[in-house]
């Protein structure tokens, strides 16, 4: 048992260490990636992994994103939810809708976790200095279900696990893959979990920058910069390889640094859907598919407790907008390609096996189809 544990640990890190998409030449869109073209080239934005690898059956996690280093119940940042499938548990999104923005980390796990979510960010904010009196904090948590290799009715995931991931969460680069909250999904038919991606905007487009990170769990007709990959493998919902492989959920969380507004965010978190129908994803029945949307600019904030009734903003423009639309669309297409090529294959509940994207039969498709670069 031990071994298999350490195993699957060593899948787990394999997955950290494996090439993304453009390791292999594949390059998506058309604009500039971030340095580290991940969510956290937004100046501020962290992530954290609980991953829990346990015997033969768990195979969850959690995944937490910071907007920023502060307390953000204190100085609250613009967000936005757009429902592109409402099939999922993705708790605090009426208070984003109603009063525009975010006051806590966005935790993202499984389906039956969610309460266990809610349990550790609350506990999280409750004991951060200046929030002693606080009584009403809004939890967002997110999920997909993991049920196919991962226990779920277990309940493995603990409020503990929630506060270990935020207290590890960092700026720089992301573990991507079978990591988190995507330890245990599936993606196409292959292994899914952890991706990002980010697009930074040429300095006549204000020179902006907009990350994303997804937890893939969903299905369709996987396409990769336009190739139909999954119809040349044929392996694709309604084929006779993978005639159940539509249902799961997608969560795509989107940050920029660029001063939007509740409603601007919610129009960018519009188009980081598009960038999911580019990967072939068709948001069935099943898919619970939602994106949340924040902007880290200092200049939109929102104070808990403002000295003013009043206060003065900076907001770009409508007509200003577009380029961060085509940044979101590029950048989540490519954060769910990159969950597909760093996942490893696992083994999970009941000896049940999902393998990985077979990258070096995708390479030759690419090739094929002159979409190497």
């Known amino acids: ?86 099939f999922g548990k993705l708790a605090g999104t009426t208070q984003i809708i109603e009063l525009g923005n975010l006051e806590t980390p966005i935790v993202l796990t499984n389906t039956l976790s969610v309460a266990a979510g809610i349990e550790g960010v609350v506990q999280y904010m409750l004991a951060l200095k200046g929030n002693e009196q606080a009584q009403s904090v809004n939890a967002v948590v997110g999920e997909t279900n993991d049920g196919y290799l991962n226990d779920i009715r277990g309940m493995h995931v603990k409020a503990q696990h929630v506060k270990d991931a935020i207290a590890q969460a960092q700026s720089g680069a992301v573990a991507e893959g079978n990591v988190g909250a995507g330890t245990g999904t599936i993606c196409f038919g292959f292994k899914g979990g952890i991706g990002t991606a980010s697009r930074v905007l040429p300095q006549k487009a204000g020179g902006y920058t907009v990350g994303v990170l997804v937890q893939t769990n969903f299905g369709g007709v996987l396409q990769i910069d336009g190739v139909p990959v999954g119809e040349a493998m044929k392996k694709y919902f309604m084929s006779d390889l993978l005639q159940d492989g539509a249902d799961g959920s997608c969560m795509m969380v989107v940050a920029t640094d660029a001063p939007l507004d509740a409603r601007n965010l919610e129009r960018l978190a519009k188009r980081a859907f598009m960038g999911l129908a580019k990967t072939g994803g068709i948001a069935s029945n099943g898919s619970g598919d939602y994106v949340i949307a924040f902007s880290t600019h200092t200049a939109v904030r929102v104070k808990h407790n403002p000295d003013d009734r009043t206060y003065a903003t900076t907001q770009l423009i409508n007509d200003a907008t577009s380029p961060l639309f085509m940044a979101a669309i590029e950048a989540t297409e490519e954060a769910i390609i990159n969950s597909l090529f760093t996942a490893e294959t696992m083994i999970g509940k009941d000896g049940r096996a999902i393998q990985a994207l077979p990258r070096d039969e995708v390479i030759k498709i690419m090739k094929q189809y002159n979409s190497i670069r």
Not at 2 to 20: G, M
Not at 41 to 49: E, F, I, M, P, R
């Open 1 to 86: 048992m031990r071994n298999l544990v350490f195993l699957f640990v060593l899948l787990t890190f394999s997955a950290q260490a494996q090439k993304r998409a453009r390791d292999y030449g594949i390059k998506i869109g058309v604009l500039t990636t971030g340095k580290l073209n991940a969510i956290t080239d937004v100046a501020g934005v962290k992530v954290g992994h609980k991953t829990l690898i346990e015997g033969t059956n768990v195979r969850t996690g959690v995944t937490v994103i910071l907007p920023h280093e502060g307390n953000l119940f204190q100085d609250k940042v613009p967000a936005a939810v757009f429902v592109g499938n409402g």
